[in-house]
């Protein structure tokens, strides 16, 4: 019987998953499944990544958000432990799954999970084996504006909370000097935000990028110019509302590695929790970590 180790946040997104735990347990093990439930906590993690390599799981379970998926796939990367990792989103935003194309129904993705197919995705590693992202690293106002976005407001509202804190912000933010360098050219912009992307969606926003691919070892970056407010935020309307993002203050970029550099002090994110600060080495690995899908 295969052994499935089944991670589970209690505090991503709605809080809602315990009310669920069971009939999840009831469809793995329908499909002749041994399920095991670990309950995360800030307190367990090193137990928890004693478990995840010592455990002689056949495959890991995580129902959470992208900050939890972050932690479990690091996890596995890091003890190198080549077993395949299921998606059950419940975070607020989800974005690797979206962009995996699973469901955002936690019955349906246990259901498909449980079926057992398996394929590969690329990771981007940041700074070198230091840490991942699985879907995104960006920084810059709306950034900033996930940091400081009401509890309450994310819960009523989801990722849209994100984009009308940051339009509050725009009238006050500083434009920032970024320098990516890349394997052909190196770019030096007046910037507001810039994104780098393993998959479609962003912050909760969906195809953002419609013709990305997690398979392809590369990775999209997007920067978002200096321009007059009205301009910029004609330009994040569209953006967020699932128009193009082709437009005359975006600069897409696609390469499988990159040097980032700002002097201003700017925050991060990666995968929705606090990033790292600059300079930033991103390498893009292709096909990384096994899924399931």
Known sequence: MEKILLIYN???GKKNIASHLDKIVDIFESAGKLITLYRIDEKNRMSMEEIIQNGSFDGIVVCGGD???NSVASMILKNGVDIPLGIIPNGTCND???SLGMPS???RCARIIAQGNVTRTDIGFINGSESIFVNELAGGVLVAASFST???MKKMFGPLAYYVTGLGELANVKPFELKIETEDKTYVEQALVFVVLNGTDMSGFS???KDALMQDGEMDILIFKNTNPLE???TLFKFVTGG???DKNVVRIRTAHCKISCQADISTTVDGERGPGFPLELNMKQKALSIYY
């Open 67 to 69: 900050g939890s998926v």
């Open 96 to 98: 690797f799954s979206r």
């Open 207 to 209: 195809n953002v990028i």
């Open 10 to 12: 209690p505090n991503s």
């Open 244 to 246: 193009d993002f082709r």
């Open 232 to 234: 910029i935020t004609d």
């Open 150 to 152: 009401d509890q309450n």
């Open 105 to 107: 129904d936690i019955i």
